[in-house]
């Protein structure tokens, strides 16, 4: 049974940086695909970023804005999501999830597995 942790969230200053991680269990991830997401109070989750297994990336341009940055290393069986000039909305709960199949920022049903997520805030 594949397990996800996410792990590197805390609080942060506006215009900082933090780089979040997903170790897979349980399983290898170099046949998995990786998606992270994010979900504030109140709100829908939202897909921010995917890495399939050959390493392509598919990124929501639109909730990304360049300052984003997915990626994995199958060695360590750990997939990142590097977040620079972080600002107080995007505060949230990450997560990441796996799938088998190709990945989506948009279709979360296709992920079969998630972590717990990590809690990212950002304040002055």
């Known amino acids: 049974q594949l397990q996800l942790v996410e792990s590197g969230g805390g609080l942060v200053q506006p215009g900082g940086s933090l780089r979040l991680s997903c170790e897979v269990s349980g399983s290898t991830l170099e046949n998995y695909a990786i998606g992270w997401f994010r979900q504030a109070p109140g709100k829908e989750r939202e897909g921010l970023s995917c890495?399939?297994?050959?390493?392509?990336?598919?990124n929501n341009v639109e909730s990304v804005k360049g300052r984003f940055t997915i990626s994995r290393d199958n060695a360590k069986n750990t997939a990142y999501l590097q977040m620079d000039s972080l600002k107080p909305e995007d505060t949230a709960m990450y997560y990441c999830a796996a799938t088998l199949y190709y990945c989506s920022v948009y279709y979360k049903a296709r992920y079969d597995y998630w972590g717990q997520g990590t809690q990212v805030t950002v304040s002055s």
């Open positions: 890495i399939n297994s050959n390493g392509g990336i598919i």
